[in-house]
Each structure stands twice: as structure tokens, then as C-alpha cells.
């Protein structure tokens, strides 16, 4: 038994056998005879076309189970299909260097793939793994069709995954969890995978050497652990948490019912995120105050290309449809999260780079769209908010708030009706803003704390860097008490302020944020109803003061030690929902 440590970034357990992602190698001669180029380039043509009628029926496949929006991933694929570009490099190949159709696609995935391991820019990487999905599935479609893989009930462990791949994994039975080498949040693969609900951990090095094929895997996507062959009793254990989280969600479901107050009567509004509008179809209505963060930006990264105005219009107009309230924040692009459509410099360290709102400013052809297709939208009920990401001073602010008064003048120009008196907001995710909260309070309507941002920035640590993240700890005492200035200075202004950022859906971190004054949470859909338990199963009076007496201690891992003491001691029932919640604290594994 060994456990690997990796990056989660697909919640839950998954427990199955290892299978490996095998590339098919198919074996044809290199060379051709001269006169039978015209036979080459057939095959190549209708094994492009069989790749296209592939794509297809995978789109048609997520857009049945997912809706349209996650359907969109495929289609930079069928674009490349498109592409004459492609067809005459390898035509080119096998009329001037004789190569068989085989060996001229096989070089252009050499091509690629050199290029793809030396590129660290996202943009570069994303659009190449594409290509080289397509090339794959094309060379695979020269030969014979080979027999049908079931993966159901197995982890797929590989060092990449193209997002084609893992469509068509999941259509042919659906898998416990995905081990993977490379990858990240925003990867077309991962979004897939987190569409379906299936756990999925990256970054494990060397994971084809650390895991052997037919290996018993747990994964847990909550805290990016493997635990590769694990005793009998781990895997039992990890099988009854399983089914214990499910069932107790399940009768979960019944909190949303009961008022949203505290055992002591203090009220607290409970907000969803989401990334895509098919996500709001699984929300049980009434359950939620409204949606706390959408992130406009994934309409982009799944069909890597920029909406019109009017079909951000309707996605806007949906989702104000569905809830009392929807919080949209302006496209928050750069660092990990860049399209093929758009400009983006080459930066030595693009977490601190042109991001988010500065993206935006120094765009605003990609700006001024979005502007006035939210706008439109708050016309129809009025419960529109608009936010910005990565405000860092005062200027931004001001800056904003004159580009958002121009947009309403060109509606005006047109007789296009909007809210005039639309929420505007800002995430506060830049230590420089959080220290003049009490004067950004001054200018937004609300405000929005991206808590997983916010400390790595306070803590100038990478929170996707192994090394490093366990640095970025929000109940470490110089976090906890910037948060309590910032909710307590917001308040002081009669403003609005949430939290959208991970710590609202960890329960304990949750249950902190109260005893520090917060009253909005925005969560994550899955963790919806374990929150909701939480706040309303505890009171905010005690919280404070335990709160209060935490802060005195110098740590935060004392901080944590301490709070799990009192929590066991007062509220037994939330402390279990805590601990299974949070069952891989300090690196152990149930049965370790």
C-alpha cells in the first residue's frame, strides 16, 4: 500500500481497478511506392470523415446527457476537421516525402508533441492538445475498428487525456475516477469529468511508473489522494463513507425546507456557484437565495471562442429566469484561463499578470459586448447583479464604473431597456483592495471575497504547487483577521459582502466565517445542503467567542486543533459531518 499526493480537482471517492489509457499503435510501412499517393490520400480522407461522424455522435452523446453548453467542447475539434490547413501538410507529406498516410500523421504528432512538452503558455498548450487529440483519432481510424473497451467500475489512469478521449470513455461505461499526470481545472478534459460528477485527481508524477495496470485505486478527489492497493479494510471503510455521504445527502436534501437562521435565530443567506446554466436544472428550487458567483467565463473555455452579445443575452436572461437572484461576474480571463479567439501576451508569471479586470480593461472589444448583454438581461425581472474580478485599487473601481455608465448610454441611444439601478460589485481577491475595503464600500453596491486567490496572494504561495500550498491556510490567524476587518468594515457600510471562494464550502471554515460575522455563503452545488446543516446546527454567539479565542493562538494549525476540540465538545453531530467531510486531514487515509 502507498498513497500518492495530488491536485484535486474533481470531488468524491472512487474506488476501482486501474486501467491505463493505451494509445493504439498502428503498424503500416513508412514509405509508399511512387503511384500510390491517390490511394493514400483516400484513406486519409475517409478516415477524416469517419473522425468527424466520431465527433459528432460524441457531441450529440454530452449534449444529450449535459446540455448544450458542455457539447460546445468538441466543437474546437469538428473546427480543426474544417481546417484545408491540415489536410494538405499531410497530403504535402505523402505526395513529396512518399510517406504512407500512417507515417505522415505520426510525424505531425511528433511535430505537435514536441511542441506541446515545451510550451508552458495555456492558450499555446490547450489549442495544441486539441490538435493532437484529432491526429490521434485519425490515425486511429486508418486501421481496422478495434474492439470496444468497457470501462465502467475501473479508474482510467494516464499521463494525459484528450477531451475526445474522455467523451468516448465515458460513453462506453462510466468510470470510478480519473488518475492523470498532467491536467488542471480548466482543462477540457477535467471540465467533462466534472460535469459528470466523476473524481478526478492530477498531478501525480510519474503516474504510469507509481501504478501498475489491474492495481486496486481509492481515489479521493476531495483532498487529491490515491491510495494505490489498499488493505482490505481501507477499501471497506472508504466504500461505507461513500454510501454514508450519499445517503445523509440525501436526507440533506430535506434542510432546504427549514429557514435559513442559526439554533440561536441569526439569519444567513445561502448562495450557489456555478459554471455553467445546466447546472441550475439540478438545483431544487427554492433551495438557494440565488447564485452567488456565475463564471461567464467558462461560456469561452468550453467552445474557445468569444459569444455574441445576443447569445450572452440569453444565457443572462435564462438564468435571471430560474432565481430570485444571479450574480454575474465579467469574463475572468488570463493566467490558467485563455481562448484561441483572443490576444494574450507571454508573461514570466501570469498568476500576477493581466488578468481578469485588467484583461478586460485593456479589451474592450470583449468588454463592452458583455456590458450591455448583462444589462439587457437585468431588464426582465431586475435581480441582476454585475461583478467584477481582480480589482486591485481604488482607479479600477472608478474605471469601471464609467465604462459600465457608457454601455448604459449606448442602450439609451438604442431605446434598449435596462436595470438603472443595477447592483454593481467587485471580487475582493488582491490584498491592496482588501486593505481599502472601507472605501471600495464607498463606491460598489457589494462585495465578493475570493477566498482561494486571496491566499495565495496574502501568503505568496502557489495553491497548486505541492510544495508550497500548504502555506495558503485561511484559518491561519493573519487571514482570519483580515477577514473579520473586511466584513466588519463592509457591515459598518450598510454593504453586502460573501464569500465565493472554497473556504464557504469547507464546513468548518464555514462555521468560522459566521463566528467572524459573515451572513451571505456562496457554496458549490454538491456541498449545498452539508453547509446549510452546519450553519443552521450551531450558534453564532458561541461561534464568536470561540472564535475570538482562537485568534490569540499563533498558528493556524492550532487554530484548527482548537476549533475541532470545542466543536466535538459542543456540537457532536457537526463535528462528524466535519471529520467525514474533511477525512484526509494531514495526509492520512481512513484506515492509516
Not at 466543536?567 to 486531514?585: L, N, Q, S, T
Request: aromatic share 6%.
Amino acid at each position: 500500500m502507498k498513497i500518492l499526493k495530488g491536485q484535486p480537482v474533481v470531488g468524491g471517492i472512487g474506488i476501482g481497478k486501474a486501467k491505463f489509457l493505451r494509445r493504439e499503435k498502428t503498424i503500416a510501412p513508412p514509405k509508399i511506392i511512387k503511384g500510390e499517393e491517390a490511394q493514400q490520400i483516400l484513406r486519409l480522407e475517409r478516415a477524416i470523415e469517419k473522425t468527424r461522424k466520431e465527433l459528432e455522435e460524441l457531441k450529440q452523446h454530452i449534449e444529450k446527457t449535459l446540455g448544450k453548453e458542455h457539447a460546445l467542447i468538441l466543437d474546437a475539434q469538428l473546427l480543426i476537421l474544417q481546417d484545408k490547413k491540415l489536410l494538405e501538410e499531410l497530403t504535402e507529406r505523402i505526395i513529396k516525402n512518399l510517406d504512407s498516410a500512417e507515417k505522415a500523421i505520426k510525424a505531425l504528432i511528433e511535430k505537435y508533441h514536441g511542441i506541446f512538452s515545451q510550451v508552458e503558455d495555456y492558450h499555446l498548450r490547450e489549442k495544441i492538445h486539441d490538435i493532437e487529440d484529432i491526429l490521434r483519432r485519425i490515425e486511429k481510424n486508418l486501421g481496422e475498428t478495434a474492439l470496444e473497451e468497457n470501462w465502467a467500475q475501473t479508474v482510467v489512469v494516464a499521463r494525459n487525456i484528450f477531451p475526445s478521449e474522455t467523451a468516448h470513455i465515458i460513453s462506453r461505461g462510466r468510470p470510478e475516477a480519473f488518475v492523470l499526470e498532467f491536467g488542471g481545472e480548466t482543462y477540457h478534459a477535467v471540465i467533462l469529468a466534472r460535469a459528470y460528477g466523476i473524481p478526478t485527481v492530477v498531478g501525480i508524477e510519474d503516474v504510469e511508473k507509481e501504478i501498475k495496470e489491474g492495481e486496486t485505486l481509492v481515489v479521493n478527489g476531495d483532498e487529491g489522494v490515491v491510495i494505490v492497493s489498499p488493505t482490505p479494510s481501507q477499501i471497506s471503510n472508504y466504500r461505507a463513507l461513500r454510501e454514508t455521504l450519499r445517503e445523509e445527502k440525501e436526507k440533506l436534501k430535506e434542510i432546504f425546507k427549514e429557514p435559513n437562521e442559526t439554533l440561536d435565530g441569526t439569519p444567513f443567506s445561502l448562495l450557489v456557484n456555478i459554471e455553467f446554466p445546466t447546472e441550475a436544472e439540478a438545483i431544487p428550487t427554492g433551495a438557494v437565495d440565488g447564485v452567488g458567483l456565475f463564471r461567464t467565463e467558462y461560456l469561452l473555455l468550453l467552445s474557445q471562442r468569444v459569444p455574441s452579445e445576443e447569445e450572452q443575452y440569453e444565457v443572462y436572461s435564462q438564468l435571471a429566469e430560474k432565481f430570485s437572484q444571479v450574480t454575474l461576474r465579467l469574463f475572468d480571463l488570463g493566467a490558467e484561463k485563455k481562448i484561441a479567439d483572443l490576444p494574450f501576451h507571454e508573461e514570466e508569471n501570469p498568476a500576477l499578470g493581466e488578468r481578469g479586470i485588467r484583461y478586460l480593461f485593456s479589451h474592450k472589444d470583449l468588454l463592452y459586448p458583455q456590458l450591455r448583454a448583462i444589462l439587457r438581461a437585468s431588464a426582465r425581472k431586475r435581480n441582476i447583479k454585475l461583478m467584477a474580478p481582480m480589482i486591485t485599487n481604488l482607479e479600477e473601481i472608478r474605471e469601471l464604473l464609467l465604462v459600465v455608465e457608457d454601455a448604459k448610454g449606448q442602450l439609451r441611444m438604442e431605446k434598449k431597456p435596462y436595470d438603472e439601478k443595477i447592483k454593481i460589485g467587485i471580487m475582493v481577491e488582491v490584498p491592496s483592495i482588501a486593505m481599502l475595503v472601507e472605501r471600495a464600500a464607498k463606491l460598489v453596491d457589494f462585495l465578493s471575497v475570493g477566498t482561494n486567490d486571496l491566499t495565495q496572494y496574502i501568503f505568496a504561495a502557489d495553491r497548486a504547487n505541492e510544495r508550497v500550498s500548504k502555506l495558503c491556510n485561511p484559518l491561519d490567524p493573519a487571514f482570519l483577521k483580515l477577514m473579520r476587518f473586511m466584513i466588519k468594515k463592509a457591515r459598518d457600510y450598510g454593504k453586502e459582502i460573501s464569500v465565493c471562494g472554497e473556504m464557504a464550502s469547507r464546513p468548518l471554515h464555514a462555521a468560522v466565517l459566521l463566528g467572524l460575522g459573515l451572513r451571505e455563503f456562496s457554496v458549490s452545488p454538491a456541498m449545498l445542503p452539508i453547509i446549510k446543516k452546519v450553519l443552521s446546527s450551531v450558534e453564532e454567539n458561541v461561534l464568536r467567542k470561540k472564535i475570538n479565542t482562537a485568534l490569540r493562538l499563533p498558528s493556524g494549525r492550532e487554530i484548527e486543533s482548537y476549533l475541532l476540540k470545542e466543536m466535538e465538545k459542543i456540537y457532536p453531530e457537526i463535528y462528524r459531518w466535519i471529520r467525514r467531510v474533511c477525512h484526509e486531514k494531514k495526509g492520512k487515509a481512513l484506515g492509516v
